[in-house]
């Protein structure tokens, strides 16, 4: 098992390029199910665990997957599996997304059912409501979802999402262009991974209006062909390496990143005292000498990130006076708040609100990860603690970001990955 091993208070600088999207390279990978011939090429995929958790998926379904410096190759030309087996499903939520390609392109699909995560419950039954209007019967056994489309093929219909989902609306996307007949989505989510998936799927055939809206209309075509796609950036990675030069007082710029993406939490920077510059590709930030105490809302997009909520609540520990985080996507998000803690954060939780007075002197300590964005916002805080932090169980921490650790180095962190056995 691997730990990061952090030397605190060194300042970031310089200049680091951001991965490909995590969260847009999985659903598009999923969507890349849907063509019956041909090889699908998608470059800037980040070398994750999670993506080579979703290839595997891919091809135990009988998909030919190759990946090679960060371009993944993808033939679905002999999918012949419908099944996608628990033991995947529960390493990662997101394998749930071969649900609707299946069930579009073969009428049938038997998916496990993920269970629950670090924080808290995740239903998919907007995932089964949204399959269902789509003309799928859906049988629950053995914790598995068993989807068949009545008619042999979905047909169109339309769906107001009850909450806002990102992985509701990218399923129904995917189930729905190879329907007969048209699909309406009211209240679909519009994350920029979100807009990629349209742009993906239009890009192979599909024909979908409203996109960057809540509300899209999806005409069902008979076949979709393979394509060339370049993903776009990751805006929580992006989001975390400018909080990692704002805790340490840093100056950096990304590059290969689209700012417009990322604005709310830009704007929040500057609230917090940052200063900010961006052009068509990259963002420089400066910090100030003192950070300001800022609230957030985690909602969903364009408001802030949920996926940041943890790395800003690390980043508040070192401004100056009382924040408030609240988050309303993940109600029970805040595992990461005890560990904060223990490097002398002095964090409260009531339900979804996390409030602290800062800063605080943090100083270094062993803690653990426990799940993605948490390991972030770890890694963060022992950026700033005095003294030596270290981060265990950083295999977390592998699923959503790239050799995080040589990026920060390249900015001026001291850390490093060292291997470690649990049980010593
Ligand atoms: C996606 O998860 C992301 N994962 C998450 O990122 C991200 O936190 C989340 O969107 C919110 O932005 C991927 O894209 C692979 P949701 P998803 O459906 O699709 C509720 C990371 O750190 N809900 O938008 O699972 C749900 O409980 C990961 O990269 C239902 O009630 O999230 C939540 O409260 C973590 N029923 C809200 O909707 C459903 O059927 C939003 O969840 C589905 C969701």
């Known amino acids: 098992m691997d730990k990061l091993v952090i030397e605190g208070q060194h300042r970031l600088s310089g200049s680091v390029m951001v991965s490909g999207s995590k969260n847009a ?28 958790t979703l290839s595997n998926l891919l091809r135990i379904v009988g998909a030919k997957v190759n990946f090679n410096d960060h371009t993944l190759t993808i033939n679905s030309e002999s ?52 399959m269902k209007k789509l003309g799928a019967s859906i049988e629950i056994q053995d914790g598995y979802i068993i989807a068949k489309a009545k008619q042999g093929r979905l047909t169109g219909a339309t769906i107001h999402f009850k909450t806002t989902s990102v992985g509701a609306t990218g ?33 192979m055939g599909a024909k979908i209006k409203g996109i960057g809206t809540k ?14 796609f370049a993903n776009i950036f990751d805006r929580i990675e992006a989001s975390t390496l400018l909080a990692a030069a704002a805790i340490t007082s840093g100056k950096i710029t990304l590059t290969e990143v689209d700012p417009s993406e990322l604005n709310t939490v830009l704007i929040k920077l500057k609230q917090a005292g940052c200063t900010i510059e961006t ?17 957030i809302d985690a909602k969903p997009y364009p408001n802030f990130p949920t996926d940041m909520q943890a790395q800003w609540i690390a980043l508040m520990t070192q ?29 409260e939780v009531k339900k979804n609100v996390a ?70």
């Open 279 to 295: 052009h068509e590709t990259s963002i420089h930030l400066t910090s100030p000498k003192k950070l300001k105490a800022t609230n």
């Open 215 to 228: 509300h899209l209309e999806i005409e069902g075509v008979e076949k979709l062909h393979a394509i060339e």
């Open 25 to 52: 390279a999985l659903a598009i990978m999923a969507a890349a199910l849907l063509p019956e011939s041909g090889t699908t090429t998608i470059k800037r995929v980040p070398d994750l665990r999670d993506v080579h």
């Open 319 to 347: 401004a100056d006076g009382s924040s408030k985080i609240v988050d309303h996507v993940y109600l029970e998000r805040f595992n990461h708040v005890p560990e904060l803690n223990r490097l002398g954060a002095g964090i």
């Open 79 to 130: 999918v012949s599996h419908f099944e996608a087996p628990y033991e995947l499903v529960k390493k990662m939520r997101a394998s749930i997304y071969v649900l609707g390609p299946l069930l579009s392109r073969f009428g049938q699909a038997t998916v496990s059912l993920p269970g629950g995560c670090a924080f808290g419950p995740r239903p998919v039954d907007l995932h089964i409501d949204a």
């Open 171 to 203: 399923n129904t996307l995917m189930a729905a262009v190879l329907a007969n007949g048209v699909t309406k989505l009211f209240n679909a989510a519009i994350e920029p991974e979100i807009i990629a998936l349209c742009d993906f799927l239009v890009k």
């Open 355 to 424: 409030t602290l007075k800062g800063p605080t002197n943090l100083s270094g300590a062993k803690v653990m990860s426990t799940d993605l964005r948490a390991s972030a916002s770890l890694i963060l805080a022992g950026l700033a603690a005095k003294g030596t932090t270290e981060v265990l169980r950083v295999y977390h921490l592998d699923r959503g970001y790239e050799k995080i650790e040589q990026k920060l180095r390249q900015l001026g962190a001291k850390i490093e990955r060292v291997k470690y056995n649990e049980f010593e």
